[in-house]
């Protein structure tokens, strides 16, 4: 894969902050570095500084790296052999660093598994991976235990989400979780190993990390890509670690090693942050700050008042409501040094309101599942609102349409050459030919247009596109505008059928709590802004909308209740 040999072995801050249209700052070589061989060098040098923080109990480099050998030790002597899969099936609780590098030192490939899956879909995964062994939070075994039989996962381990923390807290909390509060409905899983237990075993075994190498699959990192039917991403050692660098080089300017403090609100178990929290973060010694429930905003805004925190990271939808929250504005700041935004759009009010409470920028940055995942960023000084920055370093792009090249400013498709872009996907060489090259570009499916200076917009995803009449309605645009309106909090846009014009656009709005807005206020605010052929022709308030894992507004589900709407009212 190009590129590979140009791993970097110190920040670049001498290079360009930019990486330019054509990714023209490189990053230098570090041949042989993968996941383990960095995790093996913070937790030498950060031994005694925090790593991860969740329930009240903190983790440091030093645990870190102890229970994950003992963990380690454990899956190897279960049998499990290089390149196996395992899953692991838990929101951000401090298990989940201790299990994933436990994977990776082992030499396995980690495959992350949505906790909230569906047995339906986690049946799909668990299949499609071959995993052999899970660990799982026990709140959803019972959905494992649903399927286990259908799948090859011979070995189980449970645990409760207070196993880390220290007696009697552990006890008490797992009591209340189990008992109390009845989140852990009753499972049978006759084959499962209780978490202590493992870590228990693994403290009596020698545990030697067998050798990994850059090109072995780290991930196997599931997503929907651009046709739907979920495909695991291969994430190689040196992609993510070429990531992670890239990262590195934009914005470790800023960034004090050993010292900051990095709220992670957005589960771990996505690349958004798996990359730009818990591997950015393990290679620059900070402190992780797990959020185990971001939907509960007064909750989340209570704990984030206790921190100094340098960094934040976040999507639209969760800055939004935090905004959107009374109390969130009395916090201080002061330590802030980074606010970013990535996964979806960022509306253009958000970034501003964002500004104006905490006197910091919110940044923001772009990138897929398959691009490991950042492809841009916008640096920390000279970040542009409604752009994305720049292409990371040693990363190319190129905006297509039908397979040419288009000038700069012209929308098209874009295109991804870098050392972050995936192997392929798993098993699926169809699925892989369709959208990555021989010559190593990766196709995006979404529409990009980069400025004369250089900034890159993202324009939409290219199958979201309207056709009204003819004319293309990309759905970005028009929520971005509704978004700007004070009485609404959050929205999603989508297409439908229009006997007229073929397409029609339709808004879904949640209004913030309180306020009032009519269809006709919407629509006349919208005439001010969008040429008719954009203005919604149904609006439809709610009281929420759908979301992805990390709070993506899902159109595909709006598209779905809409057929479905549909279908029903002409039967
Ligand atoms: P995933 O692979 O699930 O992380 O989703 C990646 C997709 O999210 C991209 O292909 C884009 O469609 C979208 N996306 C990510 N970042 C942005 C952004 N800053 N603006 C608009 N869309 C984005």
Redesign the pocket.
């Known amino acids: 894969m190009a590129g590979d040999e140009r791993i970097p072995a110190k920040p670049e801050a001498e290079q360009s902050p930019r990486g330019g249209p054509a990714g023209s700052a490189r990053i230098a070589a570090e041949p042989g570095a993968t996941l383990v061989s960095v995790f093996e060098t913070s937790c030498r040098r950060f031994a005694d500084r925090p790593a991860y923080h969740n329930l009240g109990v903190t983790l440091r480099f030093s645990d870190l790296e102890r229970l994950s050998g003992r963990l380690a030790a454990y899956l190897l002597d279960l049998g499990l052999a290089r390149g196996d899969r395992v899953a692991l099936m838990m929101p951000n609780v401090l298990q989940y660093p201790v299990a994933l590098f436990a994977a990776l030192r082992a030499g396995l490939t980690v495959v992350n598994t949505n906790p909230l899956y569906t047995p339906r879909e986690l049946r799909h995964q668990l299949i499609d991976s071959g995993a052999t062994a899970i660990v799982i939070l026990e709140n959803f075994a019972h959905v494992l235990a649903e399927v286990i039989g259908d799948t090859s996962v011979r070995h189980v381990i449970t645990t409760a989400v207070a196993d880390l923390a220290p007696l009697p807290k552990r006890t008490a909390v797992n009591f209340l979780v189990r008992r109390i509060k009845h989140m852990v409905p009753p499972f049978d899983l006759p084959q499962a190993v209780r978490w202590r237990q493992a870590l228990e075993r693994g403290a009596t075994l020698d545990f030697e990390s067998p050798p990994v190498r850059p090109d072995d699959i780290a991930f196997l990192q599931y997503?929907g890509g651009t046709t739907g039917t979920p495909k695991g991403a291969m994430l190689t050692h040196a992609n993510m670690v070429a990531n992670v660098l890239q990262m590195r080089a934009v914005w470790g300017g800023v960034f004090e090693p050993g010292r900051e403090v990095v709220i992670t609100p957005l589960p771990l178990y996505h690349?958004?942050c798996l990359t730009c929290n818990c591997l950015l973060f393990l290679e620059q010694g900070g402190l992780n700050v797990l959020i185990t429930n971001p939907r509960d905003i007064a909750g989340f805004v209570h704990d984030l008042a206790r921190w100094r925190f340098s960094l934040i990271t976040g999507v639209n939808t969760l800055y939004a409501a935090l905004l959107a929250h009374p109390r969130f504005s009395r916090i201080d700041f002061s330590h802030l040094k980074l606010g970013v935004?990535?996964?979806?759009?960022?509306h253009p009010r958000i970034a501003g309101e964002w500004r104006s409470v905490t006197g910091r920028e919110l940044v923001?940055?772009?990138?897929?599942?398959?691009a490991s995942?950042v492809v841009a960023c916008n640096p920390p000084e000279g970040s542009r609102v409604g752009t994305?920055g720049f292409a990371l370093p040693s990363t190319e792009i190129s905006v297509r349409e039908s397979g040419l090249e288009l000038s700069v400013g012209e929308p098209g498709e874009l295109w991804v050459r870098g050392p972050q872009v995936m192997r392929g996907y798993w098993q699926r060489p169809q699925e892989t030919a369709a959208v990555l090259s021989e010559d190593g570009w990766l196709r995006?499916?979404?529409v990009a247009v980069v400025e004369p200076s250089g900034y890159i917009r993202?324009v939409d995803?290219k199958k979201d596109l309207i056709n009204v009449s003819g004319f293309k309605v990309f759905p970005?645009e028009v929520e971005s505008v509704v978004a700007e309106h004070p009485a609404v909090l959050e929205c999603g846009c989508i297409g439908v059928p229009d006997a007229r014009t073929g397409q029609a656009v339709r808004v879904y709005v949640v209004l913030r709590p309180g306020a009032a807005l009519s269809t006709e206020e919407l629509i006349e605010f919208c005439r001010a802004r969008l040429t008719p052929y954009k203005i919604p022709r149904q609006v439809d308030f709610r009281a929420s909308l759908p979301k992805s894992q990390i709070g993506?507004v899902l159109r595909r589900e709006l598209e779905r209740e809409q057929r479905e709407r549909a279908g029903a009212a002409a039967a």
Do not use: C, H
């Not at 923001?364 to 398959?370: A, I």
């Open positions: 997503t690349v958004f935004a990535g996964g979806a759009a960022l923001e940055g772009y990138g897929l599942t398959e995942p994305v995006t499916g979404d993202i995803r970005n993506k």
